[in-house]
């Protein structure tokens, strides 16, 4: 791969995928939810639990594997309600939690590092909603090839462009953290986490039925 071809396209992709990164989205509801809470460790799971599913994503283009979701109905639409019920089961569980006494793994600490799941639940929970969203896998079907230039092997050039977009993703969510940590005093009282859980609840349902009523 001549990383000099490559420089102008990263320079672009970057810059696409930079005004993606900024924008608000289910990811950025998790990161600030779990962070605001004080539970930092699982906040950065969540981070890379994302950034996992970006780069399966991104690969898997590069690959022609994700092609699936433009070429066949019945494989999108099969991703498609899969992201939906999960992201509806995902907000129902918010609001309900908001009706009991935080859970162990919930419950903030004075180190800001949280109990109980921790690193592995954040990262599982960053996966498998990121996975789950098939917009992520036709973003990348339709806009990844036009920044591969032309003799460039596919596979290699798709994983340094996606990379670019990780690495934005990471320094995004890092602020994100760091916002969200200004916050964990005020966020220890329980009438703030319901507030908390209830706006989270409402923007991940808004986000499931949003993918349920998108064609």
């Known amino acids: 791969m001549d990383l000099t071809a490559m420089a102008a396209p990263l320079a672009s992709f970057a810059l696409v995928v930079g005004l993606l990164t900024l924008t608000p989205g289910v990811d950025t509801a998790l990161i600030l939810r779990t962070a605001a809470l004080g539970q930092r460790r ?3 799971g969540v981070v890379l639990g994302i950034q996992t599913g970006t780069m399966i994503w ?4 590069a690959a022609g594997l994700s092609v699936l979701l433009t070429a066949s109905r019945l494989a999108y639409e099969t991703l498609r309600w899969a992201g939906v019920c999960y992201l509806l089961w995902m907000g129902v569980q918010l609001f309900r939690d908001r009706h009991r006494e935080p859970a162990a793994e919930d419950a903030p600490s ?3 590092q949280g109990n109980g799941g921790g690193l592995w639940a954040g990262w599982r929970r960053g996966t498998v909603t990121n996975l789950l969203n098939p917009k992520v896998g036709v973003f990348y079907v339709a806009v990844l090839p036009p920044f591969i230039p032309a003799g460039q092997p596919h596979l290699p050039a798709g994983v340094l462009l996606t990379s670019v977009h990780v690495l934005e993703g990471t320094l995004w969510s890092a602020v994100l953290i760091g916002f969200a940590h200004t916050l964990r005093t005020w966020l220890r009282r329980p009438a703030a986490r319901r507030l908390l859980d209830r706006v989270t609840g409402t923007a991940v349902l808004g986000f499931g039925v949003k993918l349920a ?3």
């Not at 991104?58 to 283009?61: F, L, R, V, W």
């Open 110 to 112: 004075a180190t800001g």
């Open 213 to 215: 009523l998108t064609d």
């Open 42 to 44: 699982r906040a950065w």
């Open 58 to 61: 991104g690969t898997a283009s």
